[in-house]
């Protein structure tokens, strides 16, 4: 069964440093999303891309983050200046087009820890 | 805006009792809703959804939950709880954009007892 894969498992690194978390989602999808859940708190949205470009972002997706699709696979989330309160696992979400609803397929998460 | 209140953030069960996860929502139309489960170390897997077709939905592993439009309510059941459904279950709504932007519940864990 396809499934979306995301690397690294676990990340850990210095504030003020540059992370960028990778998400394969599966191949026919063609929204992509990004949520984080803080420790202990509720998962958040982030932003969703298609058709390469943002298609909508929150308030938490400031000037810190970007998303990018640079190849025909992978969906890249960089966050360029950690911050502590960075430190969360972040979730790649994927889902066909269509019209109506269907069903965002998540990856296993990167646990992200800024020291 | 949309938004989720799960009451109960920890729900313990004896195995075979009935499990009763409580989802309230709201939405300022028609919404989608969804129950995610999510096993340690593992990612967030659909239970059930609610589309706006029956209210009473079925999902795997024995669950089912029940649209209640009167009491925006999207309550997860089981009959008879099992060792195995031990985990954070997650309540969500999407209001049905184009973009179905999931916003989620704060997560109550489920413990079951021997």
């Known amino acids: 069964e396809p499934e979306v894969t995301q690397t690294p498992s676990h990340q850990v690194t210095q504030m003020g440093q540059e992370v960028i978390l990778r998400c394969v989602p599966i191949?026919?999808?063609?929204?992509f999303y990004w949520y984080r859940q803080i420790l202990g708190q509720k998962v958040e949205f982030l932003v969703s891309?298609?058709?390469?470009?943002?298609?909508?972002k929150s308030e938490i997706f400031d000037d810190q983050f970007s998303v990018e699709r640079p190849d025909g696979s992978n969906f890249t989330l960089k966050i360029r200046s950690t911050k502590l309160e960075d430190s969360a696992m972040y979730f790649c979400a994927s889902r066909v087009a269509g019209g109506s609803y269907n069903e965002q397929f998540f990856g296993p998460g990167t646990r992200l820890t800024v020291l | 805006a949309q938004s989720v209140t799960q009451l109960g953030s920890h729900v313990s069960v004896s195995e075979g009792a009935l499990v009763l996860l409580r989802c309230n929502y709201s939405?300022?139309?028609?919404?989608?809703l969804f129950w995610y489960v999510q096993y340690p170390n593992q990612g967030l897997q659909l239970l059930l959804k609610?589309?706006?077709?029956?209210?009473l939905v079925k999902g795997i592993n024995g669950f089912e939950a029940e649209f209640k439009k009167s009491e925006t309510s999207f309550h997860l059941t089981k009959p008879s709880a099992h060792m195995s459904d031990a985990a954070e279950y997650f309540c969500?709504?999407?209001?049905?954009?184009?973009?179905?932007?999931?916003?989620f519940g704060k997560g109550t864990l489920l413990t079951v007892n021997p």
């Open positions: 969500a709504v999407t209001e049905g954009s184009s973009n179905y932007k999931l916003t």
């Open positions: 609610y589309t706006s077709a029956a209210t």
């Open positions: 939405s300022s139309v028609p919404p989608y």
């Open positions: 891309f298609y058709n390469n470009e943002i298609s909508e």
């Open positions: 191949s026919n999808h063609l929204y």
